[in-house]
């Protein structure tokens, strides 16, 4: 039987990051009994559905999960480990912010059964915390991580880069900083201004400028440089670990395992007994989902069926964000064979054997690759 992982989505932050698009909201007067058995009604539909299958990993995501009660993420993981076997080892993630108030409750999360943290860190510096509109300060995040490292053996911090007005050497200085606070794992994502945020509005009227795009491949060359000489080389597009310090989780999205998507917006991959694989996405809009879950007392869920080529461009797409790269026996049919010459002469990938991987320029441009690698469904 295929292992089981399953992200939870908590879709409420204390304010909204003007550079952020996803799924969340700020209400003071979150109903937490309303969530608890929302969360637990949709675990209970799918355990129904997908019997007997050995949990190895759960995600509390966000927004921002570390606001909720630990006693509620305690109750989610115990009402997992009743619905299914668990691995002995599994990984159990809770993204947090940095704030005082959550740092406080980051030693309740490891009694309830958290054993990762990843923290929104975002920037060392009180002045790019400001421009990020974060409600911690350095002083703060520092707190946190020092924290965090003493409660919890698995622990990473993300940070955003390429920021306005940033030069290579500040970034050279921040992230070597970043190194020695470092526990084995950093997330680390360039600036990217999305559509109806914030942001977009303040850089369409000039208000701040990204760095170029020539600029932009040199952070993420000098990023893979630092990193890799301080013994946390990328083993994905925008992540680094230690040997060993890889997010298991995360992973399982890479090698396209199977995972429920739980909350307001999430979604999931999953194979039935007999074999048809689904793509669930759960309903977008917070109440919306808990009403549906009340409702129905089902998974607030629309289920497509993927084909084989869906499968097999998803899969493929996946696997190329992972430094080791993939063996393409199962994605043959799916790849124009005649572009992986192309892109191997041009220095975009390596292809060996039957194993392709990007290289460094191949990753940081892989949006653009995959168009050319991936064959039209059509001729699939
Ligand atoms: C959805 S957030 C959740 C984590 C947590 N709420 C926080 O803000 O720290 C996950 C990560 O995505 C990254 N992120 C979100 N929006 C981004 C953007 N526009 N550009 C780059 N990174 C972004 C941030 O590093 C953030 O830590
Ligand atoms: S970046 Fe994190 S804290 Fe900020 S709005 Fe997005 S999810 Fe919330």
């Not at 999360?109 to 943290?117: D, H």
């Not at 999305?194 to 060359?221: C, I, Q, S, V, W």
């Not at 009403?291 to 497509?304: L, N």
């Amino acid at each position: 039987m295929l292992p089981l992982s399953i992200y939870f989505h908590w879709p409420f932050c204390a304010s909204k990051c003007p550079y952020c698009d996803f799924n969340v909201h700020v209400n003071d007067a979150v109903d937490i009994a309303r969530w608890r058995a929302a969360y637990l009604s949709a675990l209970r539909h799918y355990a129904r559905g997908y019997v007997g299958r050995k949990v190895t990993s759960i995600f509390f995501g966000g927004g921002t999960p570390s606001l909720m009660p630990p006693d509620l993420a305690a109750d989610i993981i115990a009402e997992v480990r009743t619905l299914w076997p668990v691995d002995d080892d599994v990984e159990i993630t809770l993204e947090a912010n940095p704030t005082s108030s959550e740092r406080q409750k980051f030693a309740a999360f490891k009694q309830a059964g958290i054993n990762r943290l990843s923290l929104g860190v975002q920037a060392l510096n009180d002045a790019d915390l400001s421009f990020l509109g974060r409600a911690h300060d350095a002083g703060q995040a520092l707190a946190a991580i020092e924290t965090a490292k003493s409660v919890f053996d698995r622990f990473s911090f993300d940070l955003i880069y390429a920021r306005p007005d940033q030069s290579l050497k500040a970034w050279e200085e921040e992230l070597k900083r970043a190194a020695e606070l470092a526990a084995g794992h950093l997330s680390l994502y360039q600036l990217t201004v999305e559509r109806n945020t914030p942001f977009y509005l303040k850089h369409a009227r000039g208000e701040f400028y990204l760095p170029e795009d020539g600029m932009a491949a040199d952070f993420y060359m000098l990023t893979q440089d630092i990193l890799g000489a301080a013994g946390l080389p990328a083993y994905e597009v925008s992540n680094h670990a230690a040997p060993g310090h890889e997010s298991r989780h995360n992973l399982v999205y890479w090698h396209y395992g199977d995972y429920l998507g739980i909350g307001p917006g999430a979604h999931g991959r999953i194979t039935s007994h007999n074999k048809v694989r689904y793509a669930t996405r759960d309903h977008y809009a917070p109440e919306k989902w808990l009403q549906w879950v009340e409702e129905r007392g089902a998974g607030a869920h629309e289920m497509e069926v993927l084909s084989d080529w869906d499968q097999g461009a998803e899969g493929l797409m996946m696997g190329l964000r992972l430094y080791q790269g993939i063996n393409i026996a199962p994605f043959r049919q799916f790849i124009d064979l005649k572009a992986i010459d192309r892109l191997a002469s041009e220095g975009w990938l390596c292809y060996d054997e039957g194993h392709l991987k990007l290289t460094p320029d191949g990753m940081l441009r892989l949006n653009m690759i995959l168009p050319y690698l991936i064959k039209d469904e059509t001729d699939a």
